[in-house]
């Protein structure tokens, strides 16, 4: 089975400063999805940002980044110019691309506090 | 555009009762919706999985005729707490997918139960 380690419980980052949060999963799986989403004090989880694995590219949104490294099965997510609204739990996820997978495999979560 | 609504938001019930939460994506078609348990400052825990049309695939320790999940259409899955007790008092969460090769979930905000 899979699982997926947020070795970090809380991270803090000054406003307008970068902030990484790492993520590690294991699998013996070659091809799957790979997933932040973050949940502000409202408690709605909002994607954030996901990656295909067989694609090399590093995924993108605005100020938020992953460092996919396959072979070491890390992807973590950079935060840059972080902002207030930024404050949050995120966590990372794992999804097979087998057929019939649905099941999304949630890490622990990293609260992420940002300092004005 | 993906928005998933929850109702009620907040629930308090007696001992003994039986409570119903909706979930219902507003602007897609979900083939498939699942149900989560959050307890406090811990991350999602999968309760079931549902299929339009189809019974519901519960997760290993949870008693599917405590909670009984129905996904009668497209747009609709019901969640049923039966004789609730104090120890079912928590967060729930349901997510709903549309399919396809991403297979990605989008979140309602969550009902808040608790019962006395």
């Known amino acids: 089975a899979q699982t997926v380690t947020q070795s970090q419980p809380e991270m803090s980052v000054q406003e307008a400063e970068t902030v990484t949060l790492s993520c590690t999963y294991d699998t013996s799986e070659s091809d799957y999805y790979l997933f932040w989403y973050k949940q502000p004090p409202s408690r709605q989880m909002i994607l954030v940002i996901r990656q295909e694995a067989y694609k090399q590219q590093n995924a993108t949104e605005n100020r938020f980044s992953v460092n996919f490294q396959k072979a070491a099965k890390s992807f973590s997510l950079k935060i840059s110019d972080s902002q207030l609204g930024d404050a949050a739990m995120y966590f990372c996820?794992?999804?097979?691309?087998?057929?019939?997978?649905?099941?999304?495999?949630f890490g622990q979560g990293t609260r992420l506090t940002i300092n004005p | 555009g993906a928005v998933v609504s929850q109702h009620p938001s907040r629930v308090i019930c007696k001992s003994g009762t039986s409570v119903k939460i909706e979930c219902r994506s507003l602007d897609f078609q979900a083939t498939t919706m699942f149900w989560y348990r959050q307890f406090p400052k811990q991350s999602l825990m999968l309760m079931a999985t549902s299929n339009e049309g189809s019974k519901a695939t519960y997760e290993q320790g949870v008693e599917k005729d405590k909670f009984l999940i129905n996904h009668a259409s497209l747009t609709l899955s019901t969640l049923t707490v039966t004789s609730a007790h104090p120890e079912d008092s928590s967060f729930y969460i349901c997510s709903a997918s549309s399919g396809g090769p991403w297979g990605t979930q989008y979140f309602g905000p969550g009902t808040r139960l608790t019962v006395l």
């Open positions: 996820a794992y999804r097979s691309r087998l057929q019939g997978a649905q099941k999304l495999v």
